[in-house]
Each structure stands twice: as C-alpha cells, then as structure tokens.
C-alpha cells in the first residue's frame, strides 16, 4: 500500500525559503501524478501545485506561481516542493498525494501523508 511521509516544514520568517521532501514508500511512484495541497487553519485544504508521473508536467495555483516549484525523481520516490519568497498566507499544514492522472481537484487524490507544518511569521 502506497504510503507518503511530508518533512520540510519549520517557522520561516516573511521572504524566507523552504523545501518539503514527500517521501513513497510501498510502491512505485512511474505511473502516479502527485499534488502538494495545503490547509490552513479555518480553511478548506486547496491545491498548490501538481506534477505528472513523467515530470514534465506540472501546475500551480495562482497564488504560488513564480514563487514554488515542484519536482520528483522516481527512482527515489521522492518529490519535493521548493517554497521561495514566503509570507505569513502561505502558513499551512502541506500534504503529498497521488492520482492516477494530473488534477487540481482533491477528491482525485489518494494516499494522503500526515503534513507538514509550514509556519512565515516575524
């Protein structure tokens, strides 16, 4: 059974840089698109970005275009997501996932992992 584990999260301050690891584990990762989708506290978890299961396909939500990149490599069943330039409305629990196919849509998503904590405050 497939299985993600987020790490990366810490407090950064406003302008600040992270880099979320989301690690599989159980199965390979070749056939599977995967999301970074986060949540905030009092709000819905929304999509943050996406990658196809070739990598060459990727998308991002408005809010974070230009400023995250997402990235795997399948041969280590990794997928990282590279946070730049952060402020205090990009504080979020941020979770990986897997789809059969590119989505923004949640509900498409699987094999969720626990979250990590990302906190931009002074």
């Known amino acids: 059974q497939k299985q993600f584990v987020e790490s990366g999260g810490a407090l950064v301050q406003p302008g600040g840089s992270l880099r979320l690891s989301c690690v599989a584990s159980g199965s390979t990762l070749d056939y599977d698109a995967i999301g970074w989708f986060r949540q905030a506290p009092g709000k819905e978890r929304e999509f943050v970005a996406g990658?196809?299961?070739?990598?060459?396909?990727?998308s991002y939500a408005d809010s974070v275009k230009g400023r995250f990149t997402i990235s795997r490599d399948n041969a280590k069943l990794t997928l990282d997501l590279q946070l730049n330039g952060l402020q205090p409305e990009d504080t979020a629990v941020y979770y990986c996932a897997a789809a059969w196919s590119p989505s923004t849509l949640q509900s498409t998503y699987f094999a969720w992992g626990q979250g990590t904590q990302v906190t931009v405050s002074i």
């Open positions: 990658v196809s299961a070739s990598g060459y396909r990727t």
